[in-house]
């Protein structure tokens, strides 16, 4: 090596006036370039540990947890849907987003219980006997739901795992466990699915589900093709279009059109279909709402498939920023109206925070909502199987503690109409109190 001019980016590092006058003689030049030289190199450690970390990446999203892309007759079935445009499941009413929303801040102090909560532990003798009215509801938290109706044992959205998410550093754990074993709920007719959202589909607990053989899983279109990867045998999975139905026992089960999205990972968005479902009995019907924003069209559902006496509406996990994703409580029970609902069960609150609210905020504004417009819900306790009568109705008293929450009024939640920030749909929440 020579004192002669460096070469990499045409400076003559020799005459500059501070290497002159900071380092005389011939070592001069050697401090600078030793400096290039390690810029060079700690830029090429990054460049690789970036192609590793994207690479790993790239084989971490292909684990089992992740599920599988559809393919095969699956995709062929996936591609006749109304609802598949341009290589993917497309919503009909596009959501807004703020620019904004994943940036983190701003939540809550109150977004996730502080101490533990104590959750009682369900007495499972209480399902080995059949309601006494044909109808009884057990919500283990969130969405996780027992529905038996008219002598099916229908379980909905079941996460047993301890967090949503891959994992305990990329997932949001649960407040609490589930309150009862999955192996002593007994025996399931359905498992039935909404979408593939990791709060809505677990790994551990579908994987847990592998051996049962009398169990019929019905979900949305392109789901079956992450429950095949874990072990469901094809032939026990039915996947259905919106509007599309499958009857197991006497009672017919319906999926309905919803306003979200899908994806387990970013790379695969929207490859599954979403929906919310409508069980129609003999004797009883219900509806779920799956997670869902608003849309006018929920009024569809109620005409074609109502009344219910029973609704479990999305009621959590809304925000100013994703006003289109999910429902306001106050547009919960507004929806509970649209589709002829009779008895409201606010669900996807109280086990997981996935959004900054206070973590009673649902229930709390749906309490204010539904007595503001004279509407009954039916708050109820994690883990205790429900008859949704008038006692049970008369009897309700709060489980969670006393927090600060925001009214209607001082966070409102104002839905896009067609994905365009500036045209807001029009529906005022009855409520702007409420503590
Ligand atoms: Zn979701």
Redesign the pocket.
Known sequence: MTGRPDSDDGTDVATKPEDALDAPGKAAPARPRRRRRWVRRALAVIGALMVIAVAGGLIYVRTAPFGASPSGDRLASIERSPQWKDGEFADPWPQWISPTASIPGGGSDTSSPDQPLSIAATDTSRLAVAPTHGLRVTWFGHSSTLVEIDGLRVLIDPVWGEQAGPSRLLGTKAFYPPPADLADLGRMDVVLI??D?W??LDYPTIRAMAGWSATTFVVPLGIGAHLERWGIPADRIRELDWWDSATVGSVELVATPAR???ARDPLRSSETL?SGWALRGPQHRMWYS??TGYFAELAQIGQRLGPFDVTMIDSGQYDPKWPD??LSPELAVEANALVRGELLIPVHWGRFSLAPHSWTEPVERVRAEAACRGQRYLALVPGVPTEPTEDAVAAQQPWWPALPWHTAAEAPIYPTVNGDPDQRVDIAPCSTGGR
């Open positions: 909404s979408h959202h709060d809505h979200h999205s899908s979403w799956g997670d994703t999910h």
